[in-house]
Structures are given as structure tokens and as C-alpha cells.
T-cell receptor, first 116, second 111 residues
Framework: GAVVSQHPSWVICKSGTSVKIECRSLDFQATTMFWYRQFPKQSLMLMAT?????????EQGVEKDKFLINHASLTLSTLTVTSAHPEDSSFYIC????????????FGPGTRLTVT | RKEVEQDPGPFNVPEGATVAFNCTYS??????FFWYRQDCRKEPKLLMSVYSSGNEDGRFTAQLNRASQYISLLIRDSKLSDSATYLCVVLNSGGYQKVTFGTGTKLQVIP
């Protein structure tokens, strides 16, 4: 149990375009979802935390208007990278909590974004 | 001081060896602690939660020392398949869940 899916798994887009990444909890209701970014050979960096039905809480240094997060239901959260630039190229991973153990996070497989 | 600190390694150990990692955290009010394993280019996977009383799962033992604000992970009888990066995770809840990852400790088990 506690499966989280992410779509797409990888995407290549041109500079200036927007990309939407979906994160779904498949077999549990995710009261909280997290979005992370990971650059090569670095650890995960938390970008934002979102609770269903409320605005996301962004970490310091993360631009709210650039990384739009929507957590419309207990099973779906989306991250939209607006006006993407090459420096946004990264591995984006979502996680969800709210499964059997409220404090355990279950990670999606990640989305590799390349902006050309 | 970083919120969560780990020795990045790499730790190169022979098969069958016992290896231990430590992770220190700065917020004394931190509530929950976890060890995750991350293979190259993959998402992290939960290895084990760390309870105040300690937690053992097969060859893996996790300990929490609140007084000194660190958690540890001990791996006995290392296998080649244990080669990965081990991430320490600290969770604080106060209004919303705040999750902080350590930078990870890389383990390479050598034949």
C-alpha cells in the first residue's frame, strides 16, 4: 500500500514554456503533499508543503509565482513550473503523507525536467 | 549550523562489514525521525522510522539520542545491495509539517 505516482516521468521543454507535473496518491488520502527538487549529486531540497484545500507553504527562496502548486483533492497535487529556464532543469519529486502512519512520507518516482 | 547534518562519505566497506552513520539535528523540538535510502537517480525509499526506544529491522538498527540530538543507523553484515545514499530525515510539526533532509551519506560496499 501507500503508492504515489508522478506524471510525466521525464519532460523536455523549451525555455519560456510552462510544465505541469502531477502527483497522485493511489491508495490512500494524502492530507499533506510535499514537493522537492534535487540537483545532481545533491540532497533533496524541500520546495513547498501543501495541505488539501489550502494554499501551499513555500520554503525560503522558492518563488511562489514561478512554482505554482495546487492541491485540489486528497489524492492529487500539481506543480507547474512557469516560464521555465535552463536553470530549472532538475529532478522534481513529490511525496505524500496521510497513509497508515501519518508522519511517514511516500515518494513518487520523480520527474526529470530538462529545459533547453 | 545546518538543521540536519550528515557526513557525506563515501564510506567504502567490504562485504560483511558493520558500518554506522550518524546524523545530527539542531531543533530540539523535532518530533519524528526517519532513515531513507536513495539509489542513484531514483526516488528515496523509506528504510525505517526511528523511535525513542530504538528500532531494529533485520540487519538494520536505528537509534535516537535526544539529549545529544542525533540519530544513528547501523548496518550489520553489509551486502553489495546496500550500496546507496542514506538520507536522514527530521520532521517538525507546528502549523504544518516541516520536513528536512540531510545531504545523505554515500555507502559503497565492496566485494
Amino acid at each position: 500500500g501507500a503508492v504515489v505516482s508522478q506524471h510525466p516521468s521525464w519532460v523536455i521543454c523549451k525555455s519560456g514554456t510552462s510544465v505541469k507535473i502531477e502527483c497522485r496518491s493511489l491508495d490512500f488520502q494524502a492530507t499533506t503533499m510535499f514537493w522537492y527538487r534535487q540537483f545532481p549529486k545533491q540532497s533533496l531540497m524541500l520546495m513547498a508543503t501543501s495541505n488539501e484545500g489550502s494554499k501551499a507553504t513555500y520554503e525560503q527562496g522558492v518563488e511562489k509565482d514561478k512554482f505554482l502548486i495546487n492541491h485540489a483533492s486528497l489524492t492529487l497535487s500539481t506543480l507547474t513550473v512557469t516560464s521555465a529556464h535552463p536553470e530549472d532543469s532538475s529532478f522534481y519529486i513529490c511525496s505524500a503523507s496521510g497513509g497508515r502512519d501519518l508522519y511517514e512520507q511516500y515518494f513518487g518516482p520523480g520527474t526529470r525536467l530538462t529545459v533547453t | 549550523r545546518k538543521e540536519v547534518e550528515q557526513d557525506p562519505g563515501p564510506f567504502n566497506v567490504p562485504e560483511g562489514a558493520t558500518v554506522a552513520f550518524n546524523c545530527t539535528y539542531s531543533n530540539s523540538a523535532s518530533q519524528s525521525f526517519f532513515w531513507y535510502r536513495q539509489d542513484c537517480r531514483k526516488e528515496p525509499k523509506l528504510l525505517m522510522s526511528v523511535y525513542s526506544s530504538g528500532n531494529e529491522d533485520g540487519r538494520f538498527t536505528a537509534q535516537l539520542n535526544r539529549a545529544s540530538q542525533y540519530i544513528s543507523l547501523l548496518i550489520r553484515d553489509s551486502k553489495l545491495s546496500d550500496s546507496a545514499t542514506y538520507l536522514c530525515v527530521v520532521l517538525n510539526s507546528g502549523g504544518y509539517q516541516k520536513v528536512t533532509f540531510g545531504t545523505g551519506t554515500k555507502l559503497q560496499v565492496i566485494p
